[in-house]
Structures are given as C-alpha cells and as structure tokens.
Nanobody
Framework: QVQLVESGGGSVQAGGSLRLSCAAS????????LGWFRQAPGKEREFVAV????????YYARSIQGRFTISSDNTENAVYLKMNGLGPEDTAVYYC??????????????????WGQGTQVTVSS
C-alpha cells in the first residue's frame, strides 16, 4: 500500500523559510517521480516542483523558481521542499504526490495517482 506523509508546514512571516518533508512507503522510489503541489483556498491545485529519484532530474513551476528547491534522500525514502523567500501568495495546503516515471515530467495533478494528506503553509505579511 502506497503511503505519502507530509510534514513541516507551519506559519511564517513574509521572507521566511520552511522545509517540507514527504515520507514515502509502499513503492520503489527509484521508479517514480515525486512532486509537490499546492492548493490555496478557492483555487485549483497547482504544480510546484517534481524530482525523479533515479537520476535526480528536477522541474519547477515558474512562480517558485529560484526560491524553492526540491531534493530527495533515497536511503530515507523521502523528498523535501525547501522554500525560501516566502510570500503571502505561497499560502496554501502543500501536497506530496507520486507517479510512475515514464522519462518525462508531468505537471498535471490528475496524472499522479498517489497523494499525501497535505500540510498547511501560512505566510503572513
């Protein structure tokens, strides 16, 4: 049974940083792409970043490029999202998701069959 568990969310002031973690179990991470998505109130879920654990390739949404960094620890079966320079626009529930890696990245939430429960990030101005 695939399980993704996020942690590390919280409340910070604008300009602050947070590091989200996603602990994965029930799948062979090297065969998967692990992504981060977020959903703000009243908005659709949007892609943030994704990493292929076999080659370490990454892909980022333009809105967060240069501020967020996705990384992985294959020995710990974990994926991380380091977020710097946070602003109120980054306030959302952040979700970890997994999809079998087919050699390319997909930013469409519907293409990811496995999801965590989400962790809240709130940034105050």
């Amino acid at each position: 049974q695939v399980q993704l568990v996020e942690s590390g969310g919280g409340s910070v002031q604008a300009g602050g940083s947070l590091r989200l973690s996603c602990a994965a179990s029930g799948l062979t991470l090297a065969n998967y792409a692990l992504g981060w998505f977020r959903q703000a109130p009243g908005k659709e879920r949007e892609f943030v970043a994704v990493i292929n654990l076999r080659g370490g390739n990454t892909y980022y949404a333009r809105s967060i490029q240069g501020r967020f960094t996705i990384s992985s620890d294959n020995t710990e079966n974990a994926v991380y999202l380091k977020m710097n320079g946070l602003g109120p626009e980054d306030t959302a529930v952040y979700y970890c998701a997994a999809a079998y890696y087919k050699g390319y990245f997909d930013s469409t939430p519907a293409r990811y069959p496995y999801w965590g429960q989400g962790t809240q990030v709130t940034v105050s101005s």
